[in-house]
């Protein structure tokens, strides 16, 4: 399985940029999906993540109300619309395909997602 993320750039504070994440084989519709970020010194944490059992979609605290999570299932590729984007949004962007079954307290956790994709670098500064 490969993951294959882009759309990451430099962007002024309060700006926009859409993530897209496209995969090889595996079809996002069938499987547990997540975007994650890693800012340089710090642990990699969930931003949004839909969960295939309740077919929901949860959100970082901090990205609540800013980022929307999509999906183009006949393109099997799933988005991430980054809106209001602040300072502290800079990081590299990685989204994740999980197989296996997932409890709702381990959704933001990278150890239960199988198969990542390289990265792409959000950069928010003026």
């Known amino acids: 399985v490969q993951l294959q993320a882009s759309g990451g750039g430099l962007v002024q504070p309060g700006g926009s940029l859409r993530l897209s994440c496209a995969a090889s084989t595996l079809a996002f519709v069938d499987y547990n999906i997540c975007w994650f970020r890693q800012a340089p010194g710090k642990e990699r944490e969930g931003v949004s993540c839909?969960?295939?059992?309740?077919?929901?979609?949860h959100y970082a605290d901090s990205v609540k109300g800013r980022f929307t999570m999509s999906r183009d299932n006949a393109e099997n590729t799933v988005y991430l619309q980054m809106n209001n984007l602040k300072p502290d949004d800079t990081a590299a962007y990685y989204c994740?395909?999980?197989?296996?079954?997932?409890?709702?307290?381990?959704?933001?956790?990278?150890?239960?997602?199988?198969?990542w994709g390289q990265g792409t670098l959000v950069t928010v500064s003026s």
């Open positions: 839909f969960r295939r059992r309740g077919g929901s979609t």
């Open positions: 994740a395909i999980g197989v296996k079954y997932l409890i709702l307290s381990r959704k933001f956790d990278p150890m239960a997602y199988d198969y």
